[in-house]
């Protein structure tokens, strides 16, 4: 399949936020939230914020006979860049102390090996 990789779209950022969510499903990034839509829409929250940021870059991969069709993405922030603004708004029923314990063990273990992801914030595929 011929792809093509294009700046993200602001009419792409729910597709995005979906494709993110629904990859993270059945893994720990699923637990927190007592309904999958909450999820999504804290996952959609946050990709608007981070497209509307100048601090972050969105590209997609789409197949070239179909652009509209998302294959992939990632999103990366800029030197110097930060996110620090977001403070999302849990729905009720949110496992937020298991979300802080997840990241925040995600984090450790970055700093722990000396890996410097900071820049990399997501990059994704989907299953096509």
């Not at 030197?79 to 729905?91: N, Q």
């Amino acid at each position: 399949m011929d792809i093509t990789i294009r700046p993200a779209l602001a009419s792409d950022i729910d597709t995005l936020a979906s494709l993110d969510f629904l990859t993270n499903a059945d893994q720990p990034l699923g637990i927190p939230w007592s309904k999958p839509a909450d999820g999504l829409a804290v996952f959609t929250s946050r990709f608007r914020f981070l497209f509307h940021n100048s601090s972050f870059r969105f590209l997609v991969a789409g197949a070239r006979s179909d652009p509209s069709q998302i294959l992939g993405f990632i999103v990366w922030k800029l030197p110097g860049g930060s996110d620090e603004d977001w403070k999302p708004e849990f729905p009720e029923g949110t496992k937020v102390n298991f979300l802080d314990w997840y990241l925040g063990g995600i984090d450790d273990g970055r700093k722990t090996l000396g890996i410097d992801l900071d820049t990399l914030y997501v990059l994704k595929n989907s299953d096509e």
